[in-house]
Nanobody, 120 residues
Framework: QVQLVESGGGLVQPGGSLRLSCSAS????????MGWYRQAPGKERDLVAV???????NYLDTVKGRFTISRDNAKNTVVLQMSSLKPEDTAVYYC??????????????WGQGTQVTVSS
């Protein structure tokens, strides 16, 4: 099994910054993509940012230029640095990882979610 543990959420004023971290542990042979999703009340879960093991990134249009995703392959961690936060960024943020555990098993795992609230 694989566990993803997130940290770094909280309450921040509009225009502020937050840093979300996610650490993967367990039976990990390799991790392909790692990413962050978010879900606001009454809305679907949306992809915010994703990064491949080679460092290629992709972002939701509304966060481009404000959020930066990075990862440490040796430590199996992914970080989402968020700046110029807006109230519409308020949501529960979930870490996601596409994990190879053996030659015959590959699964997608999710963290438990961390609340980000942007409000004055």
């Amino acid at each position: 099994q694989v566990q993803l543990v997130e940290s770094g959420g909280g309450l921040v004023q509009p225009g502020g910054s937050l840093r979300l971290s996610c650490s993967a542990s367990g039976r990990i042979r390799a991790i392909y993509t790692m990413g962050w999703y978010r879900q606001a009340p009454g809305k679907e879960r949306d992809l915010v940012a994703v990064i491949t093991s080679g460092g290629d990134t992709n972002y939701l249009d509304t966060v481009k230029g404000r959020f930066t995703i990075s990862r440490d392959n040796a430590k199996n961690t992914v970080v989402l640095q968020m700046s110029s936060l807006k109230p519409e960024d308020t949501a529960v943020y979930y870490c996601n990882a596409d994990v190879l555990m053996s030659s015959f098993r590959r699964d997608v795992y999710w963290g438990q979610g961390t609340q980000v609230t942007v409000s004055s």
